[in-house]
Antibody, heavy 118, light 108 residues
Framework: QVQLQESGPGLVKPSQTLSLTCTVS??????????WSWIRQPAGKGLEWIGR???????NYNPSLKSRVTISVDTSKNQFSLKLSSVTAADTAVYYC??????????WGQGTLVTVSS | EIVMTQSPATLSVSPGERATLSCRAS??????LAWYQQKPGQAPRLLIY???TRATGIPARFSGSGSGTEFTLTISSLQSEDFAVYYC??????????FGQGTKLEIK
């Protein structure tokens, strides 16, 4: 059973860079034809897909965030990461990582709350 | 960008009754639509993909239908554990995924 776990700072100052890591267990991040995605959810609001990475390193990003987002992968550690630059209060949200079949998001992490505040 | 609109925002139904949730796409997404269930404090859980195929382990009381721009999620006989927020998601406009704003299913 694949499991995902997000980790990273829960508080980020405005204008700084948000950095999160997702650790995958229960299987190799490189096995199968899967992508690995990040999704976020502001409190009381809906879901926003941020972007994905394939283990080859190819990426896709939501156009609304593309200029500020970088997703990377470290197959040796079975991890992938999210960096979101120049954050504002509007980036405060629960951030989820998920396994992405290219069609659906079938396994999700529990989510981690990131608050942007000085 | 394809905009997904869910209705109603909140649906009040009694346990044992049927619930019908709607999702509309701003342009055709064929059958490239999924449904997720989210309970408070939890991550979303995949219920349906391909508009009508139940994901592994999802009870038969959950069913999906529709194609093009109009979709429905039906829960045939509501159980206490089914009260949650439900989201639709299109994947026709790959590589971009977009979600609806959600329907909260609450106990009447």
């Amino acid at each position: 059973q694949v499991q995902l776990q997000e980790s990273g700072p829960g508080l980020v100052k405005p204008s700084q860079t948000l950095s999160l890591t997702c650790t995958v267990s229960g299987g190799s991040i490189s096995s199968g034809s899967y992508y690995w995605s990040w999704i976020r959810q502001p409190a009381g609001k809906g879901l926003e897909w941020i972007g994905r990475i394939y283990t080859s390193g190819s990426t896709n990003y939501n156009p609304s965030l593309k200029s500020r987002v970088t997703i990377s992968v470290d197959t040796s550690k079975n991890q992938f990461s999210l960096k979101l630059s120049s954050v504002t209060a509007a980036d405060t949200a629960v951030y989820y990582c998920a396994r992405d079949s290219g069609v659906i998001l079938d396994y999700w992490g529990q989510g981690t709350l990131v608050t942007v505040s000085s | 960008e394809i905009v997904m609109t869910q209705s109603p925002a909140t649906l009040s139904v009694s346990p044992g009754e049927r619930a019908t949730l709607s999702c509309r796409a701003s342009q055709s997404v064929s059958s490239n639509l999924a449904w997720y269930q989210q309970k408070p404090g939890q991550a979303p859980r995949l219920l349906i993909y391909g508009a009508s195929t139940r994901a592994t382990g999802i009870p038969a009381r959950f069913s999906g239908s529709g194609s093009g721009t109009e979709f429905t999620l039906t829960i045939s006989s509501l159980q206490s554990e089914d009260f949650a927020v439900y989201y639709c998601q299109q994947y026709n406009n790959w590589p971009l995924y977009t979600f609806g704003q959600g329907t909260k299913l609450e106990i009447k």
